[in-house]
């Protein structure tokens, strides 16, 4: 009799405390730091759909624009270094993430210079392949846009519950998880400035 009341007593306390863990973090602590993850992959992804575009942009341009040849060597050096960046989710640092930014930004402004430079070719802006390139990175940046707000929620969501309690006693027991650095709003802010594609 005595042990079975044991046993229901171990049982109740062991009841009790799950239910006070699931409801302190212990599920979404890890899913949020998956759906982190997940953000990361589509903005990547994104960017990469960008600089898989510019080199058909940059081969267009030239055929109508041969004297631009400083702003177009721009363009192929900022997506060279672009694309040699790369932000690692499950080792992100603020560092990594500036310097991520930074590449990213650098491709934007050359390729805003060279919306600038499009300006002064009619023909060129008249080219039925360069619109649809046109067409295709305006679409690309909006997604970007998108895919880099998503990530940047997902981070404060997470963070949120690293840090705040009741979540952030179960991460101090169970995780260790460290807050992740989140975009810098210099950087974003000229991300944001990308460059202007309509028509």
Same mark, same amino acid.
């Given at each position: 009799?005595?042990?079975?009341?044991?046993?229901?007593?171990?049982?109740?306390?062991?009841?009790?405390?799950?239910?006070?863990?699931?409801?302190?973090?212990?599920?979404?602590? @890890?899913?949020?730091? &998956? #759906?982190?993850?997940?953000?990361?992959?589509?903005?990547?992804?994104?960017? =990469?759909?960008?600089?898989?575009?510019?080199?058909?942009?940059?081969?267009?341009?030239?055929?109508?624009? =041969? %004297? !631009?040849?400083?702003?177009?060597?721009?363009?192929? +050096?900022?997506?060279?270094?672009?694309?040699?960046?790369?932000?690692? @989710?499950? =080792?992100?640092?603020?560092?990594?993430?500036?310097?991520?930014?930074?590449?990213?930004?650098?491709?934007?402004?050359?390729?805003?210079?060279?919306?600038?430079?499009?300006?002064?070719?009619?023909?060129?802006?008249?080219?039925? &392949? $360069?619109?649809?390139?046109?067409?295709?990175?305006?679409?690309? #940046?909006?997604?970007?846009?998108?895919?880099?707000?998503? %990530?940047? !929620?997902?981070?404060?969501? $997470? &963070?949120?519950?690293?840090?705040?309690? @009741?979540?952030?006693?179960?991460?101090?027991? $169970?995780?260790? $998880?460290?807050?992740?650095?989140?975009?810098?709003?210099?950087?974003? =802010? +000229?991300?944001?400035?990308?460059?202007?594609? #309509?028509?």
């Amino acid at each position: 009799m005595m042990r079975s009341n044991l046993r229901t007593a171990c049982l109740g306390v062991l009841i009790v405390s799950l239910s006070l863990v699931s409801g302190c973090g212990w599920r979404a602590i @890890p899913q949020s730091k &998956n #759906e982190v993850e997940a953000q990361v992959s589509e903005v990547t992804n994104q960017y =990469k759909r960008r600089a898989d575009l510019i080199p058909n942009l940059v081969s267009v341009v030239k055929g109508y624009a =041969k %004297h !631009e040849s400083s702003t177009l060597e721009a363009v192929i +050096s900022a997506r060279a270094k672009a694309t040699q960046v790369a932000i690692d @989710p499950t =080792k992100m640092t603020a560092e990594k993430l500036q310097e991520y930014q930074q590449a990213q930004g650098s491709l934007s402004s050359a390729l805003g210079r060279l919306m600038v430079v499009i300006e002064r070719y009619p023909d060129l802006k008249a080219d039925r &392949n $360069f619109r649809e390139l046109q067409a295709q990175l305006e679409g690309v #940046e909006n997604r970007i846009t998108v895919a880099r707000q998503r %990530h940047i !929620e997902a981070i404060k969501n $997470f &963070n949120n519950l690293v840090t705040v309690p @009741p979540e952030s006693w179960t991460n101090s027991i $169970f995780y260790h $998880f460290e807050k992740m650095p989140q975009w810098s709003v210099e950087n974003a =802010k +000229s991300l944001e400035e990308a460059p202007k594609v #309509e028509m």
